[in-house]
Every structure is written in structure tokens, then in C-alpha cells.
């Protein structure tokens, strides 16, 4: 078992098994968990990894140890977690490393109504108590709390679809690429007895990830799901996430959308429904986001990259949706939390309510040209970020509230740490192609020089 402060992160716990993370560790900090939340009882769900089942099993006899009931939801989302901790209004604790490899393992923590826990939040006096149970080398005790296995995953479809109804769109022929993750197990309830033509790819649960990683931010990950809407003729393609908890969208030409342009969908949606609403982006997300929010009669506010600061900021303002660069959606009527599946429907619902193809739909969402996210492995983070920001001293406006943001005439980039990984992280948007590639290019070469 290794140190507990290397596998909590700043919103969530994420280790390689068992080096990192084990039976020993999972049973205190289910037991840390009861003690620092006082909960009485706590829902758990896990995803297809084969070491989630064992690890949500030891976390639960931390808890019931700490006299705490369990509602066991077995497999679900993390999007099918919160639904059950909003819905039953108990803490929660999902079981998944997202898109990690397979030797990953990890668990994503809420109090009841699915609000998040975060480092300042709680994580921090969860880990510590946790480290002092394992240094004591204390049993967590006879458990003494009670179980209850409940099935929720057709009352989460349910209240997906009381959320978007799809039940009068046209006929979409939509592809479905699960990574062997957990969309395959949600997906089908959601779609059942829907006018959707339904085109699976990679549906069998299979935490070793046969086929490609469960991570569709990184391209080769979407190929097949390209493939597939081009020889299909499919309408659109959706693909999810290990843990189903994030969504990305590929048009009828088998081109991606980005999750700005959805962003930008979702809200204008949301504020037909809720008109003058708060629309929350992250420092990442395209300048369009903003611009089209305030165009619908919204107000858009910037926050920094993170879920737990995306949930805060909604909490705090009040806010109908908010949406992340990283294909992260959350929606206010969704316990604030966020769904990929909810963030697939809505698309779905504005493609199907009409005639036109989406990449016609989703262009009217697109106004800028983005690199993208590009990682640098980068030895001294600190001194990386002080020649590029010394590199551009005087040529724009300089934000510190995540990172390095530099924006100047037609263009901007984001420049920060990784909390995970000795990455810098580098995002650049612009009016114009070229003139985005050669601030992407130039802050590439800054960075690069410190690597070597």
C-alpha cells in the first residue's frame, strides 16, 4: 500500500491497484468517510474494472464498521451515482478510474444531493483519518450497518428522459462507441422504446479495455466510431467515457464537435427553458461560449477547470448548466452534478427536432479555431510558466485564476499545471488559423526549452 496523499487528488482518489490502492486502504477510507460526513447511511456504486467490485466491498465494511447502512447500487455511471445520492439524498462514493488504464482504480465522493467533496471540502480530513486508521494498523471494526442491494438503473433512465423528451424526434440513426465501459450498461435503458436507431460499438464490460482506452479527448480513441457514422450513414455519433460521466459528439461526416459548440447548445437550450439564467464555462472553453450565452439573454460566467469548482460556482449563482472544454455537462435539475448521457440527449433532442444534419446544427456554435488540449511533460512547471509569461509581457491581459491565461487582439492560451501528472497543459483559441497555430507554436517552444 502506498502513501494516501499521492492517490487524493484534488476532487477525487485515483490509484494504480493494489500498489497504490488496496482492500486495506478502501476499508479505512470508508470508514474515514462515515466519520467525516456522519452520515448514517451512504449509497455506493462501482463500475466494470475488475478490481472495483473487491474495492467497493472493503470500502463498505469501513462503513457499516462506523454503523453507517449502505444502499448497494452494484454497476452503474458516476452520471447513475449521483442521480442515486440526489434522488434518495444520501452520500455517495462511485467506484471508477474514468479513463484511466485498466490498473487504475479510484473513487469519486458527494455528500447527499450529490454535492461534490473536494480537498477544502472534505477530501483532505477523509484522507487523513484514513492514514491514521492504516498507521494504527486498526481494524475498522465488526461491521454493524446494514445492506441493502437496490437496482437503479431504470428509475436514472427514467428521470433522464422526464429531463429531455425525445419521444417525438424524427429517426436518428445513432452510433455508440462505449470503450467497453460502463455507457454500454446505461446507454440501452436510456434509448429503449426511443425513434433511434441504435449502432453499438465495444457495449461488453471489459475494465482491460480491449479495443481502444475509454478516453475520447484522445483521437485515436475515436477512430472507429468515425469509421462507423461514415459507413453507416448514421446521423451522429456519441462517444463515453470509462465511467460514462463524459460524452463527445462526431457529426454525419465523422468530424468531432467540439464540446464548446455543445456547451454553447446546451445553454441556448437551457435558457429557452429558464430565459435571463446563469451559464457557467470553464477558463478553457471557447470565447464563443460567453458570446453566444449573453447573445440568448444569458449570463455567462467563467470558473476554473475542475468539477468541484464548475459545482460550487453553480451552487453559488444559482446557475441552469454549466459545461468544460473536457466534455464534462452539468445540469442545475441534475442535483447541479454532471451527466455525458444528459448532455447526449440534449443533442440528440435539437438534432431530431429538426431536418437539418448536425454539422449544419453544430456550426452555428463554432466561431473560432482551438488547438485543442496539448500536454508537455515538463520537469519544472514554475519555471515554465515564468518565461512564457515573461515571453509575452505587454502583448495582451494576463489572468492567473487557473494557470497562465494571456489574451490579446483576436487570440488567447491557457497555460497550467497538471494536478495529477509534471504536465503543463496548453489550450490556444483564435479569431483565424493561422494566427492560433503560431501562438500554439510559440508557447510550445517556450515550454520545450525547459523539457530539454
Not at 460499438?201 to 469509421?227: K, M
Not at 459528439?249 to 429557452?272: C, F, N, Q, Y
Not at 496539448?374 to 494557470?403: C, H, K, M, P, W
Request: hydrophobic content about 45%.
Amino acid at each position: 500500500m502506498g502513501d494516501l496523499a499521492k492517490i487524493f487528488k484534488a476532487y477525487d482518489v485515483r490509484g494504480v491497484v493494489p500498489d497504490e490502492l488496496d482492500e486495506p486502504a478502501a476499508e479505512a477510507i470508508g470508514a474515514a468517510f462515515v466519520e467525516v460526513t456522519g452520515a448514517e447511511s451512504i449509497v455506493v456504486a462501482h463500475d466494470m474494472r475488475e478490481s472495483s467490485p473487491v474495492l467497493a466491498e472493503a470500502f463498505i465494511r469501513g462503513a457499516r464498521a462506523r454503523r453507517a447502512d449502505v444502499v448497494h447500487a452494484g454497476l452503474g455511471s458516476t452520471d447513475l451515482l449521483y442521480y442515486a445520492s440526489g434522488s434518495l439524498g444520501l452520500p455517495g462514493v462511485m467506484f471508477t478510474a474514468s479513463h484511466n488504464p485498466a490498473r487504475y482504480n479510484g473513487m469519486k465522493m458527494c455528500r447527499a444531493g450529490a454535492v461534490p467533496i473536494g480537498g477544502d471540502t472534505g477530501l483532505t480530513r477523509i484522507r487523513d483519518r484514513a492514514a491514521e486508521l492504516l498507521r494504527e494498523q486498526a481494524p475498522a471494526g465488526t461491521p454493524a450497518g446494514s445492506v441493502i442491494e437496490k437496482d437503479l438503473l431504470s428509475g436514472y433512465a427514467h428521470h433522464l428522459r422526464t429531463l429531455v423528451d425525445l419521444s417525438g424526434i424524427r429517426p436518428l440513426k445513432v452510433v455508440v462507441d462505449a470503450g467497453n465501459g460502463m455507457g454500454g450498461h446505461t446507454v440501452p435503458a436510456v434509448f429503449e422504446g426511443l425513434p433511434i436507431d441504435l449502432v453499438p460499438l465495444y457495449f461488453e464490460l471489459d475494465g482491460t479495455f480491449p479495443n481502444h482506452e475509454a478516453n475520447p479527448l484522445e483521437p485515436q480513441n475515436l477512430v472507429d466510431l468515425q469509421r462507423a457514422v461514415v459507413e453507416t450513414g448514421a446521423d451522429i455519433g456519441l462517444a463515453f467515457d470509462g465511467d460514462a460521466d463524459r460524452c463527445w459528439v462526431i457529426d454525419e461526416r465523422g468530424e468531432s464537435v467540439s464540446p464548446s459548440a455543445i456547451t454553447a447548445l446546451v445553454a441556448v437550450r437551457e435558457l429557452a427553458k429558464h430565459p435571463g439564467a446563469t451559464i457557467i464555462h470553464n477558463l478553457i472553453t471557447s470565447k464563443g461560449v460567453p458570446e453566444i450565452v449573453a447573445e440568448h439573454g444569458g449570463v455567462p460566467v467563467r470558473t476554473r477547470v475542475g468539477h468541484s469548482f464548475i459545482k460550487a460556482e453553480m451552487a453559488r449563482t444559482g446557475a441552469v448548466f454549466g459545461g468544460e472544454h473536457s466534455a464534462h455537462y452539468y445540469f442545475r435539475d441534475f442535483w447541479f452534478a454532471d451527466s455525458g448521457m444528459l448532455a447526449a440527449m440534449h443533442v440528440l433532442a435539437a438534432l431530431g427536432e429538426q431536418e437539418r444534419a448536425l454539422s449544419e446544427v453544430a456550426g452555428a456554435y463554432s466561431r473560432y479555431h482551438a488547438s485543442g488540449e496539448v500536454n508537455s511533460t515538463v520537469s519544472d512547471q514554475a519555471e515554465a510558466l515564468r518565461r512564457v509569461r515573461a515571453a509575452f509581457a505587454g502583448r495582451g491581459e494576463f489572468d492567473e485564476i487557473d494557470g497562465l491565461t494571456v489574451t490579446g487582439s483576436g487570440w488567447w492560451f491557457n497555460l497550467r499545471p497538471s494536478n495529477t501528472e509534471p504536465l503543463l497543459r496548453l489550450n490556444a483559441e483564435a479569431a483565424d488559423e493561422s494566427t492560433m497555430t503560431a501562438i500554439r507554436d510559440e508557447v510550445l517552444a517556450i515550454v520545450g526549452k525547459v523539457s530539454e
